[in-house]
């Protein structure tokens, strides 16, 4: 039964961390930088041929849904998507010919590269605009069925995919790093210590088996979980045969396939044989003693490369393989991923597999053998832990462009809980390195028992074990938000809010010191009209850290509800704010605030 509580705890504490620091939505990854027809164009005469959406990275062709809308919500797009020139970072789909005067609606729900779901869309007019409104982009993209709890859901998979990961990958690095060099310098010629190996042997297998089941698990269940974020769909709505197809055509997908495939042959080789980890069989040579079997090479390899394999896939599928630069983030993922696995894997092999062994053997030989395999796994933490902290500030570097977007963003907030998180690991172990070991060394050297040294280490290698499960629910987190690099790579910026009843989309561009233009469109929240009700508009910016502003910004009526400014100077780097302040009547006005990066 205790065993049963504390697995409740640990995956009560993996839900908790996850609901704390997930995404509340959808992150955008990707978004537009541009589309065609422009936002609110009117076409006096003829139509255009095509939509086209343009982004700021590739997006997804293979599961992704352009549609375009009449005011009645009837499609008149050839429903066939594709790419103009062969562009990565532009989609589009043909217009049927012959539309009549009105207004239209396009709309685009895509994958980003890194497998995020992102939505938008705009409103053109052919000839004068509908007088009964065209359709709001909200009002299209409403029949989204997914909601927000299976982004949340999403996050808890893709930590328990990295738990997964940690326990095959780590479980067999430990077995090879800690537990037979450990096992071969003190066994003894007694029957208590074949009994112990075959103890570890047993548990052990289990261990990794459990590891595939929850990989396969997660694998299967993220697969059907995007299915159901991108189409828009219920979880079981989106459990179809056609849905799953179009998740594989996905890089999301292919990886995540991938990653199904090398659980299969890890899982096929643990069970071709009962010998499936022969590493922990001891072999009888007489009465005086025992040797360890060896794994032949070709067992050896069946083992590793499936479980190495699985440390590359979530550099595969996320943001290391989709921001640049991609020569440097990936290997980093993948180094990140294998040292977080050779501490989390050798922690529950010490809290796990460990007590299985030392509970076939005398007191003074429990403690010789906690001796042995703890001081090789103490340099093998250290050195994961130094890898952690390496991979995981040069990403942060690489990730972040200030310090303070580390409490202004999602995804810096996500990092500092993990970094405190890794912090209280780092001090146990320092504990355990320290304090704990070395008593233990000297009771082992002396021939005592463990005792109370014994207890107090088991209490802190639970408590690591806790707190690197909420290390990897913060992870499983933290992919769902986007870098704060990634948004201000682009060369513009663009904002979409409300301000009082109407809906204001505002771009900069080209976001940088020096001059930009920015354009405000203002549209009716309920129809998606634009707003010509404007009596006046202004506009001031304002760098609050380095006390400028605020500066008025002139701007110009362009069209109905869109106003302009050209070449408004922004003189330094930061994060600038844009009061914009609508005065519809004598009496109202609307007042919103926009965040513009500078770079």
Known sequence: MSVLRRGLALAALVLATVCAVAPSGAAAHAYPVGNEPFRDEVFRTGQPAEVVFKFNEPVEASFGAVRVFDTQAQRVDEQKVFRPKNDSKRIAVKLKPGLPKGSYTATYRLVSSDGHVINGGFVFHLGEPSTSGALAVADVMQNDASGPALSVALAAVKALDYAAIALALGGLAFLLLCWIPGLRRVAGGSGEWAQASQAYARRASVLLLAAVNLGLATGALGILIQGAIVSGQSFFDALQA????????????????????????????????????????????????HVLDRPGPARLAALLLPATALAFMPALSGHASAQEPVAVLFPLDVAHVAAMSLWLGGLVALVALLPAATGRLEPADRARLLSAVLGRFSPVAVLAVLVLALTGTVQAVLHLTSFGQLTSTGFGRAILVKVVLLLGLVALGALNRRRTLPKLDAIARDGGTAGAVGTLLKRTLRAEVALIVAVLATTGALVGYTPPVAAAGAAVVNVEQRIGPLDLTATVEPATVGANTLHLYLFDAKTGAPFDDTKS??????LEKAGIGPLDIALRRSGPGHFTADAFQLTLAGDWTIRVVDRVSEFDEYTTTINVPIR
Do not use: H, M, N, Y
């Open 537 to 542: 508009i202004t506009a001031q910016a304002t």
């Open 242 to 289: 056609s849905v799953v197809r179009e998740v594989l055509d996905t890089r999301f997908g292919t990886v995540w396939g991938l990653k199904l495939l090398a659980w299969l042959g890890l899982g096929a080789v643990l069970l071709a044989s009962p010998r499936a980890v022969p590493v922990l069989r001891p072999v009888s040579l007489g009465a005086d003693g």
